[in-house]
């Protein structure tokens, strides 16, 4: 067994079986990071449930399950890996050329969106929204709020909009270090925080990771602002449970408190500094007071205000 590393809600271990390779994971009381963030290990039942999902509803971007431990609050599932494997993350990071990830990853959400938004769908394993909010809400907004009062009223309406909504099994960490690209097929993990809730979670959360790194490498702003378009163009057709025109305006509500949450949240990304972390605050502070209505204004306006950012570092 070798330990694997990456991420903070987890342990998680490549474990050899003879021939065979598995990957275990198992969910921690207390998360590795350096806040005091507690969350109730009986999360990784709803993780096992999401995946099985996943593997109905877009079989062509399964991972195998091996089974799980209700006592043990863990389960095995294959480890993924190939010449044709990637971590789309180290992509992106690498300022490496798309490859239709976006556009992949935004069909992939919104099939499975559209099916559990289907009133034959079995929701009794993801009335998980107090998991959820221990893990998301309170994390990301609730601690956000206590950072930026003057913004409080606005994050806690999004936080109350986020638990009360049963729209669609969100994943609830759409982020590119959990998703591996395998065959130009997006696989999806480590959904901990799968609940019924509302649709603008898993875009904005997905969106705001290609935002923060369009913010770390100015070369690459271009190409990703058309990922964030790529993404949407591939969501929306799937939104059959509201108008896609109202479920856009609530991404452009949330991302840019999500883009807050990401310097000043318990749980900040690593490749920030602190000159790019300000300009993220620049950013989203005002956006959080009046956000526009699309994400072709919403990314037209990053635009210009990060020039006349960079202007004024140089």
Same mark, same amino acid.
């Given at each position: 067994?070798?330990?694997?590393?990456?991420?903070?809600?987890?342990?998680?271990?490549?474990?050899?079986?003879?021939?065979?390779?598995?990957?275990?994971?198992?969910?921690?009381?207390?998360?590795?990071?350096?806040?005091?963030?507690?969350?109730?290990?009986?999360?990784?039942?709803? #993780?096992?449930?999401?995946? #099985?999902?996943?593997?109905?509803?877009?079989?062509?971007?399964?991972?195998?399950?091996?089974?799980? /431990?209700?006592?043990?609050?863990? $389960?095995?599932?294959? $480890?993924?890996?190939?010449? #044709?494997?990637?971590?789309?993350?180290?992509?992106?990071?690498?300022?490496?050329?798309?490859?239709?990830?976006?556009?992949? &990853?935004?069909?992939?959400?919104? @099939?499975?969106?559209?099916? /559990?938004?289907?009133?034959? $769908?079995? @929701?009794?394993? $993801?009335?998980?929204?107090?998991?959820?909010?221990?893990?998301?809400?309170?994390?990301?907004?609730?601690?956000?709020?206590?950072?930026?009062?003057?913004?409080?009223?606005?994050?806690? !309406?999004?936080?109350?909009?986020?638990?009360?909504?049963?729209?669609?099994?969100?994943?609830?960490?759409?982020?590119?270090?959990?998703?591996?690209?395998?065959?130009?097929?997006?696989?999806?993990?480590?959904?901990?925080?799968a609940t019924m809730g509302d649709a603008s979670f898993d875009p904005s959360f997905c969106l705001n990771h290609l935002i923060l790194k369009a913010v770390h490498l100015p070369a690459q702003r271009t190409a990703l602002y058309d990922e964030v378009a790529q993404f949407?163009?591939?969501?929306?057709?799937?939104?059959?449970?509201?108008?896609?025109? !109202?479920?856009?305006?609530?991404?452009?509500?949330?991302?840019?408190?999500?883009?807050?949450?990401?310097?000043?949240?318990?749980?900040?990304? #690593?490749?920030?500094?602190?000159?790019?972390?300000?300009? &993220?605050?620049?950013?989203?502070?005002?956006?959080?007071?009046?956000?526009?209505?699309?994400?072709?204004?919403?990314?037209?306006?990053?635009?210009?205000?990060?020039?006349?950012? !960079?202007a004024w570092q140089r």
């Amino acid at each position: 067994m070798t330990p694997l590393t990456g991420g903070v809600a987890s342990d998680i271990a490549s474990l050899k079986v003879g021939d065979a390779r598995y990957c275990v994971k198992f969910a921690l009381p207390k998360l590795k990071v350096a806040a005091d963030w507690r969350a109730p290990r009986h999360r990784n039942a709803a #993780e096992y449930a999401w995946l #099985e999902v996943a593997a109905r509803v877009v079989p062509e971007s399964a991972v195998r399950l091996y089974g799980r /431990s209700d006592s043990a609050h863990g $389960f095995v599932m294959e $480890f993924v890996t190939g010449a #044709e494997t990637y971590l789309w993350k180290t992509a992106l990071l690498e300022g490496q050329p798309a490859k239709g990830e976006a556009r992949a &990853v935004g069909d992939m959400v919104g @099939r499975i969106h559209a099916a /559990s938004a289907k009133p034959n $769908f079995d @929701r009794s394993f $993801f009335w998980n929204r107090d998991d959820f909010r221990a893990l998301r809400i309170e994390p990301y907004l609730s601690f956000t709020a206590e950072q930026h009062r003057h913004l409080a009223p606005q994050l806690h !309406d999004l936080a109350d909009m986020l638990y009360d909504s049963t729209q669609v099994l969100v994943h609830g960490d759409v982020s590119p270090k959990n998703i591996l690209i395998r065959h130009g097929r997006p696989i999806i993990l480590d959904a901990e925080c799968a609940t019924m809730g509302d649709a603008s979670f898993d875009p904005s959360f997905c969106l705001n990771h290609l935002i923060l790194k369009a913010v770390h490498l100015p070369a690459q702003r271009t190409a990703l602002y058309d990922e964030v378009a790529q993404f949407w163009r591939a969501y929306a057709p799937h939104v059959s449970w509201e108008d896609a025109s !109202d479920l856009e305006a609530r991404i452009c509500r949330l991302l840019p408190a999500l883009m807050l949450a990401r310097v000043d949240g318990k749980s900040p990304v #690593e490749y920030l500094g602190t000159p790019r972390r300000e300009q &993220v605050r620049k950013l989203a502070l005002p956006l959080i007071g009046n956000p526009p209505a699309t994400l072709s204004d919403f990314v037209q306006t990053l635009t210009s205000r990060l020039k006349e950012l !960079d202007a004024w570092q140089r």
